[in-house]
Nanobody, 124 residues
């Protein structure tokens, strides 16, 4: 079983940047697609970005296109989310997840393992 631990969240001013990391341990995650989701208070969890097992394919939610970049380093069993030009509406708990397939995955139900989340707060 894969365990996922997110880090890198925090408080940042609007327009600033943060880089989230998701470290995987246990059974290797390098064969699987990975994703980032977020959940703001009072809202449902929503898809942010996903990356295929080898990093060759990525997909983003429209609201982060051009601002966020997902990447992975399989040698380190780590997935990253570089977040630039942050907006107050990006405030949420960010979760990484390991898919049950090697390709990109948008639907939350297709992810088998989730991290505990890291809080990102963007002040105006």
């Amino acid at each position: 079983q894969v365990q996922l631990v997110e880090s890198g969240g925090g408080l940042v001013q609007a327009g600033g940047s943060l880089r989230l990391s998701c470290a995987a341990s246990g059974r290797t995650s390098s064969r699987y697609g990975m994703g980032w989701f977020r959940q703001a208070p009072g809202k449902e969890r929503e898809f942010v970005a996903t990356i295929s097992w080898n990093g060759g394919i990525t997909s983003y939610a429209d609201f982060v296109k051009g601002r966020f970049i997902i990447s992975r380093d399989n040698a380190k069993n780590t997935v990253y989310l570089q977040m630039n030009s942050l907006k107050p509406e990006d405030t949420a708990v960010y979760y990484c997840a390991c898919a049950s397939t090697a390709s990109i995955v948008v639907q939350p139900m297709s992810y088998q393992v989730w991290g505990q989340g890291t809080q990102v707060t963007v002040s105006s």
